[in-house]
């Protein structure tokens, strides 16, 4: 059914994307497909990295312990952006039809009041209305 599953991620997050990891793991587990983790970022240095190149090679590493210990074909990328907050879903939007995937797998916050107000929005909920593949929000 799912032959390549894009899992959006934030590495120095990744405490709070473990039930959205361990679900994509195993969906990829029983569909015998591959894991392609994105990370969109902007070019300052983070917590993770002090630039683009050094997060890149953390990604790469971290998809291929993902494949190791969870026995997994995996594969990555990282997309570069001048203002992640503006263009965060057009570049997923981007990295889906590059990759190829029919599935998305990403974690999401419970919606609130901000959500409401249209304060905050929901990256999640835009990426559904805005491609015909499916996603699988986990929270």
Do not use: W
Request: hydrophobic share 40%.
């Amino acid at each position: 059914m799912y032959s390549k599953i894009l899992v959006p991620v934030d590495l120095a997050h990744l405490d709070k994307l473990s039930k959205a990891l361990n679900t994509a793991i195993d969906i990829a587990r029983h569909y015998q497909a591959r894991l392609h983790y994105v990370t969109v970022t902007n070019t300052t240095p983070s917590s993770v990295a002090h630039n683009t190149q050094e997060l890149e090679t953390e990604l790469k590493q971290f998809a291929e312990e993902q494949g190791k210990d969870h026995g997994i074909e995996t594969s990555c990328s990282l997309i570069t952006t001048p203002d992640t907050a503006v263009e965060l879903e057009k570049r997923l939007l981007s990295a889906i039809r590059e990759t190829g995937a029919d599935l998305i797998v990403m974690a999401s916050h419970v919606p609130g009041i901000g959500d409401k107000l249209h304060f905050i929005h929901s990256n999640a909920a835009n990426l559904v209305k805005d491609t015909d593949i499916s996603v699988f929000v986990v929270r």
